[in-house]
């Protein structure tokens, strides 16, 4: 069993820079490739960006690509999600999940989400 609680999210101003973290209880939380999905008012749930479990792999999707980072610190169960050059279009609730893939399917544990607002 993993828990996960997000943090960080807040208002910025295009251009701007947040950065998320997701805090794991569960000891089994180095086994797990950790994710971040978003979801934007009106819109469906949507991959951003995966870490492998011993954080030596990373993929994004293409809309975050050279903004965003992720990265994950086993020792402190935690995983972090780095935006940079940040765009009104980012505006979304952001989720992290243990699992692996890109789909929703392929996550069985999911934190209750932080909100991020870009404004223009």
């Known amino acids: 069993q993993v828990q996960l609680v997000e943090s960080g999210g807040g208002l910025v101003q295009a251009g701007g820079s947040l950065r998320l973290s997701c805090a794991a209880s569960?000891?089994?939380?180095?086994?797990?490739?950790m994710g971040w999905f978003r979801q934007a008012p009106g819109k469906e749930r949507e991959f951003v960006t995966v870490i492998s479990w011993s954080g030596g792999s990373t993929y994004s999707a293409d809309s975050v690509k050279g903004r965003f980072t992720i990265s994950r610190d086993n020792a402190k169960n935690t995983v972090y999600l780095q935006m940079n050059t940040l765009k009104p279009e980012d505006t979304a609730v952001y989720y992290c999940a243990a699992g692996q893939g890109t789909r929703e399917e392929g996550y069985d544990y999911w934190g209750q989400g932080t909100q991020v607002t870009v404004s223009s």
């Open positions: 569960g000891r089994t939380f180095s086994s797990y490739a």
